[in-house]
């Protein structure tokens, strides 16, 4: 495979092929297998070689695997119902998920002794090989050829496109392959900022600078990614080799066998990493060894750690992990669950790969919303007792296509649960992908004790009876006053909006009267771009007692009448239904017009009108803000 005279790296846990880890294992559930623990501690070294750190890095990671939100269980069901669909996204046992926070968790010690200045060549060509596994399969397995195939290696885009399509029969154009690699080498980029310097090439072509002995490398490259290709597929490469008249060619046919399509998706991600089984895909293609097309990029460092010939290899293998060192970990481990079963937060911290976005504050509101940049893989949500910050919960970001996927998820959090969602926002064609998070808290109601409970309860039936009732009439009472009070309200809002517009031309939007009209852009026609990019914004700076809220319909008024629904962004709860609109005709086209109460509406909140008539549904999302 690759040339016997080339240098390569000792102690690299899976220089060797080693039986993979235990692959059952749930981790919220019971406590790591040792063997696994030792996997991830070969790993974590081999990452970072230093034996207190590499075991912070696989405590930090089992802590954030421990507390993640739960929602694999859900897509896996949808994949047994919806099989004939192509998967694009992986979704990762915990074993893998394990091995890929060992991968995210040495980013910020490694981050740390390079700003230090305390760093090899050797080192940096590990994290470089490292982490474009880490971002691409943190994705799908067509990042996973790109990242390996474009920017590890030198192919042509014909090139990555016929690997691709050999191993999933899927036909995409030049332009996505293109597009990904514009998007892993940003990340490459800000990751390895400073260090990596970008060139023009041929065509035009944007690549990183190369080092001229690339050769030098082979067999260090060989060794990370025998590492880094997943653990639930390690030791399987001889599933995916076929004897054809005495000659043995790569597999391919398993793609129409299995109905399992995650585990095709692991499968090609193994094919694409594991450096024997991708020398052997290129062989079947026809196409230049991965010798020679090595392309790791020129790392930019001081003159005499550039010289001083080190190419990452290490003295002596790794020692394991003792006994003594399989307790402690296993000691901090429930440790760190009892300060997170004792705490009470107050003030959360929504972290995203490793950067402070957001704080929600508890006492305040149980709901916060943020935007979600491309890219982002992992969400953290912090807070803090008096030993320190504390991991609560974790979520990974989901993606499809190159854009967001949805997914939610809820995790345990203190005296309540939260839920997650990451909501997709609509765009242009060629605007990078956004997503909107949605946190969502919900407290648990405490309760006495169930015997003092009881006691209670049956000394004070009749009492309880008789609150129960008067708490339901009151309800109901309730529910009547507030719903005279916003119909009568809504109408004087409108009969205020009409004299307003007799008396003088409207404005977009006005305040020459009382109520503040905006005109909406429906979703779709924003995604197309037939209307101005961006999701409309709302202020509430006026004071208005309501905001008049203009809906195109595009066609001619008739006698069809339309029914309207506030909700939150999410479509978790319908704040306001008005119903039997009707269209009126402007200069320009057809709009309904819809009037919402002021005190409905919260600042720094996205909401979505669904109008709906017989035969189609209209979503018109919009950004409420206190200043504009």
């Not at 470089?128 to 920017?151: D, W």
């Not at 290696?153 to 990555?160: E, I, R």
């Not at 060629?430 to 407290?443: E, Q």
């Not at 709302?538 to 905001?547: E, K, Q, Y």
């Amino acid at each position: 495979m690759r040339s016997d005279s080339t240098e390569r790296i000792t102690g690299s846990p899976h220089s060797k092929a080693s039986p993979a880890p235990v692959g059952n294992w749930d981790a919220t559930r019971t406590e790591a297998p040792a063997q696994l623990l030792q996997e991830s501690f070969q790993l974590a070294h081999f990452l970072f070689p230093d034996r207190s750190t590499a075991i912070d890095i696989v405590v930090r990671a089992l802590e954030k695997l421990r507390v993640r939100s739960r929602r694999e269980i859900k897509r896996l069901y949808w994949r047994d119902k919806h099989a004939e669909r192509p998967v694009r996204r992986i979704a990762r046992s915990d074993v893998d998920m394990l091995q890929w926070l060992i991968m995210f968790e040495s980013d910020e010690d490694e981050r740390a002794q390079e700003r230090a200045g305390n760093l090899s060549l050797g080192s940096m060509a590990i994290r470089y090989v490292k982490y474009l596994v880490q971002v691409t399969s943190a994705l799908s397995s067509f990042y996973v050829n790109v990242g390996m195939t474009r920017l590890l290696h030198n192919y042509s885009t014909p090139d990555a496109q016929r690997v691709y399509e050999m191993l999933t029969s899927r036909y995409l154009g030049a332009d996505e392959y293109r597009r990904a690699k514009a998007a892993l080498m940003d990340k490459m980029s800000q990751r390895f900022a400073g260090f990596v310097k970008t060139t023009r090439v041929e065509h035009g072509e944007l690549r990183f600078e190369a080092l001229d002995d690339q050769e030098r490398w082979t067999g260090l490259v060989d060794d990370c990614l025998r590492t880094f290709t997943p653990w639930s597929t390690q030791g399987s490469c001889s599933q995916y080799v076929a004897n054809h008249g005495g000659k043995t060619k790569l597999r391919t046919d398993f793609r129409v066998a299995d109905t399992d399509r995650n585990e095709l998706e692991m499968r090609c991600c193994h094919l694409l990493i594991e450096p024997a089984c991708y020398t052997r895909l290129l062989e079947d293609l026809a196409f230049d060894p991965p010798d020679t097309k090595l392309d790791l990029p020129r790392f930019v460092m001081p003159e005499k750690k550039e010289k001083s010939g080190d190419n990452g290899t290490q003295s002596r293998p790794t020692p394991g992990l003792s006994q003594e060192d399989l307790d402690e970990i296993q000691r901090r481990l429930a440790e760190t669950d009892a300060r997170r079963r004792n705490l009470d937060p107050r003030l959360l911290s929504v972290v995203i790969d490793g950067v402070e976005h957001s704080q929600l504050d508890l006492t305040q509101k149980s709901k916060l919303q943020m935007e979600v940049q491309a890219g982002a893989s992992l969400i953290e949500i912090r807070a803090e007792d008096d030993r320190g910050a504390l991991v609560l919960a974790t979520h990974i970001i989901p993606y499809s296509d190159n854009s967001f996927e949805f997914s939610s998820g809820t995790a345990m959090l203190g005296n309540g649960k939260l839920k997650f969602a990451v909501t997709p926002i609509a765009n242009l064609a060629d605007a990078p992908p956004r997503a909107m998070l949605s946190l969502n808290y919900h407290p648990k109601l405490q309760f006495t004790r169930p015997r003092a409970a009881w006691r209670i309860f049956w000394n004070s039936r009749k009492a309880i009876r008789s609150y129960a009732l008067a708490g339901l009439t009151m309800a109901l009472i309730g529910w009547g006053v507030a719903n005279a009070f916003y119909g009568h309200k809504i109408k004087l809002l409108e009969q205020k909006l009409q004299q307003a517009r007799s008396n003088q031309p409207p404005l977009m939007p006005t305040t020459a009267s009382a109520i503040i009209s905006y005109r909406l852009t429906r979703d779709d026609q924003r995604v197309r771009g037939v209307e101005a990019a961006g999701i409309p914004q709302i202020s509430l700076r006026f004071h208005s007692p309501a905001v008049s809220l203009e809906l195109p319909v595009y066609g001619t008024t008739d006698a069809r009448s339309y029914s309207a629904e506030l909700k939150t962004f999410t479509g978790d709860q319908t704040l306001l239904t008005q119903n039997f609109l009707q269209a009126r005709r402007t200069d320009a086209d057809s709009i309904v017009e819809i009037m919402l109460p002021s005190d409905l509406l919260k600042p720094d909140t996205y909401y979505t009108v669904y109008l709906h008539s017989s035969d189609i549904t209209h979503r018109f999302t919009f950004k409420v803000v206190a200043d504009q």
